[in-house]
């Protein structure tokens, strides 16, 4: 610590340091968060059908709870470019990179390569293409290249919302596999202190880079123009910093939020400005400064170098220095305010760190050093929230690839058997959970085939029943659900009131099923030491998807919702790749499945509590396919003779969900039953 170092600097800093652990930044909360999106990347691919990358402060884990950072979604489609014609593929979409004289630092263009011969496109136009000033034929873009995704653009990216507060920005990107000329220098520059090693260079240079549609803002060619973004090499940099390098960026990025934005607004100085600062501090500094005891030395370090860079008007890419990133932001009004912001925080020395709101870093810090250090025992209370936002995307995901196992179950399943024992163990593990869900579908398909012949194959019953019994494992309800209908279809009534009552034990309320208190259960259990396969086998409830090939393991009442498109029903072109499958929220589907048990075993009192439960669920939780709900509440009321409640359950289906719904059926039935009872059974 050099001599102009306040003395208080170590202390606070020391309890700095566990007031950030407090808020779950301590290296194990960061790994877990950092596997969690690193299995996200993989679920999302599957579901997709494409490679999708996470990006930025989510998959670096650089974010807290306070932050509210989105969450960036790369999908690289069809399109792959290349730097030469070595690497050209026959019969793919292939483009060239290439740039002149006008294209900026950072940015190139993509010309067109013949799909049947390694030539480069010329004076060729169409829906991808148009001729540049050169007679080249290159890929072009707008600004909001994703409208077919959603017309909410932000930068070059698309946004979409997981839930009401969790918001994704996409980006269609094309990998471009070689790397970059642009940064040939960056592989073999001196560096002093070792950082990254070659190893870690060798490593980066291996992931190539994204080629991002947006151009240079200044540029009169904009729509021309793709963006160079080292993404991979660079989260693979922030994953290398030790622990006082990733809470050093994380205050930093905590310092922006609470004093420069509210001043200056969003992008003057964006997170991008700060972790380029952090990757040259690094690289030129010896690690040894980067301790518990100097994390606020550190922080100043940043800040002073940001000052230097706002002087001169310069802040010089990582990967790419003469791309300047500050170019169109830092014009005179802005960048006077951002320097005396910055010289201002400098000057007080620490004592703004009290300031600092987000995640109540400020207050935790006040009553950190209220506290004798060599007694300082700070709570971790929070440490769960920190995983909120990589727990939900990636329960959300593996919930549409679970659908998506019985939509496109073939598809589905190559891909998932191509995954099991190729990815290293975070990955593997989510394609073990995904390989459940095919489990049950095939487990529950064969058992169909079986029991639709005369006399049932018990063999093929018995392979089926070791597949579902094995996929039941999958999640709380989804496996287990299935079993219980196989169990049911087969009239094995004990077992599957066994079955039942096995995931009636397990539902507690930390069980997380869709509805809107997602985050108080996951709070309550993320702080657990478990695995992604524990929490999602103990802790999360899917939807329980049929497809008309199981149909003799379904239920008779959801065989009608399997084919919804009914007579003069107008097939919606993105409703028709629902019209085959039937999905049931599991809580309400589990109560039906009760009730049809005890039904069969006269068990009145059982089945009457089933039936309230099933009454509840629909008129205070809402379930997600409430028509389905409706209609087999419907189904259970005529079981019990109450045509008139049944009926009136039936319409109010049918306004949920006017088209392609199978309560047309059942009301046509009731009215049927009515006009026989009204014409004395004639």
């Known amino acids: 610590m050099s001599s102009n170092t306040p003395e208080y600097y170590k202390d606070v800093s020391l309890r700095l340091n566990g007031v950030l652990d407090s808020i779950g930044l301590a290296e194990d909360n960061r790994w877990k968060r950092i596997n969690m999106w690193i299995q996200s990347e993989e679920v999302m691919s599957l579901s997709h059908k494409c490679a999708v990358h996470v990006f930025g402060s989510q998959a670096e ?7 509210h950072s989105d969450i960036d979604n790369v999908f690289c489609q ?8 070595q690497n050209w593929a026959p019969r793919q979409e292939n483009v060239l990179v290439v740039s002149d004289e006008n294209t900026p630092p950072g940015y190139i263009k993509l010309q067109g390569i013949h799909q049947d011969k390694p030539l480069p496109a010329y004076n060729v136009s169409g829906d991808m293409y148009m001729i540049d000033r050169y007679g080249r034929s290159v890929l072009y873009h707008d600004n909001c290249y994703l409208k077919e995704i959603t017309d909410a653009c932000h930068g070059p990216a698309a946004r979409t919302y ?9 980006v269609l990107a094309v990998k471009h596999y070689a790397w970059p000329d642009q940064s040939s220098h960056w592989l073999t520059r001196k560096r002093r202190f070792n950082w990254p090693s070659r190893e870690t260079i060798g490593l980066i240079q291996q ?28 989260k693979l940099l922030v994953w290398l910093f030790n622990s006082m390098q990733y809470k050093s960026y994380i205050l930093l990025k905590m310092i922006n939020k609470c004093f420069i ?11 991008y400005h700060l972790k380029t600062c952090m990757f040259y501090l690094i690289e030129n500094t010896p690690a040894a400064i980067w301790q518990p005891d100097n994390i606020l030395l550190c922080v100043d370090m940043c800040l002073r170098q940001l000052c230097i860079w706002i002087e001169g008007k310069i802040c010089p890419n990582y990967f790419i220095p003469e791309e300047n990133m500050f170019e169109y932001k830092m014009y005179g009004h802005t960048r006077g305010q951002l320097h005396d912001i910055l010289s201002n925080l400098l000057r007080q020395e620490g004592r ?13 810090l006040v009553m950190a050093c209220q506290i004798p250090l060599t007694e300082l025992e700070l709570q971790s209370k929070n440490v769960a929230n920190v995983f909120i936002i990589s727990a939900i995307h990636l329960i959300m995901y593996i919930i549409i690839c679970a659908e998506l196992s019985v939509r496109n179950y073939l598809s589905f399943e190559s891909q998932v058997r191509s995954r099991m024992f190729v990815f290293q163990k975070p990955r593997r593990e989510v394609s073990t959970i995904l390989w459940k869900f095919v489990c049950s579908y095939n487990g529950s398909k064969l058992a169909s085939e079986s029991l639709s012949e005369e006399i049932p194959d018990q063999r093929a019953l018995d392979m089926a029943q070791e597949l579902l019994i094995w996929g039941s494992t999958s999640d709380v309800t989804s496996g287990k659900l299935k079993l219980a209908a196989f169990y049911l279809s087969q009239s094995n009534l004990q077992m599957t009131e066994d079955v039942l009552n096995e995931i009636q034990e397990n539902y507690s309320y930390k069980i997380f099923d869709q509805n809107d208190t997602y985050e108080y259960m996951l709070e309550s259990i993320l702080s657990e030491d478990l695995s992604t396969t524990q929490l999602i086998s103990r802790y999360v409830a899917f939807p329980v998807h049929y497809h008309p090939s199981e149909t003799n393991c379904v239920p008779k009442a959801l065989i009608p919702e399997m084919f919804r498109s009914i007579g003069s029903d ?14 049931v929220d599991p809580k309400l589907y589990l109560y039906f499945l009760e009730f049809l048990c005890y039904h069969f075993r006269n068990k009145s009192l059982h089945k009457k509590v089933a039936l309230g439960n099933m009454i509840y669920i629909i008129r205070h939780e ?9 209609n087999l509440l419907a189904y259970c009321l005529i079981q019990v003779g109450s045509l008139e409640k049944a009926f009136t359950i039936l319409c109010k289906s049918m306004k949920l969900k006017n088209q392609h719904n199978a309560a047309k059926l059942k009301i046509a039935a009731i009215i049927k039953v009515a006009f026989n009872v009204l014409h004395g059974g004639h």
């Open 352 to 364: 703004y760190l009290v300031y600092i709101t987000c995640d109540n870093v400020g207050g935790k």
């Open 261 to 271: 934005k509210p001043v200056v607004g969003e992008d003057a100085l964006s997170s």
């Open 78 to 85: 069809y399109v792959t470019a290349v730097k030469d014609f």
């Open 570 to 583: 107008e097939i919606d072109s993105d409703e028709i790749h629902l019209l085959d499958v039937v999905s």
């Open 622 to 630: 809402k379930p997600e396919f409430e028509d389905t709900a409706h």
């Open 162 to 170: 997981l839930t009401h507060n969790l918001a994704n920005d996409n």
């Open 207 to 234: 992931t190539g880079a994204l080629l991002v549609p947006v151009g240079h803002k200044l540029s009169q060619k904009q729509h021309l123009e793709w963006r160079v973004s080292i993404s991979y090499g660079e």
């Open 61 to 67: 884990a650089t974010t807290t709870p306070g932050l």
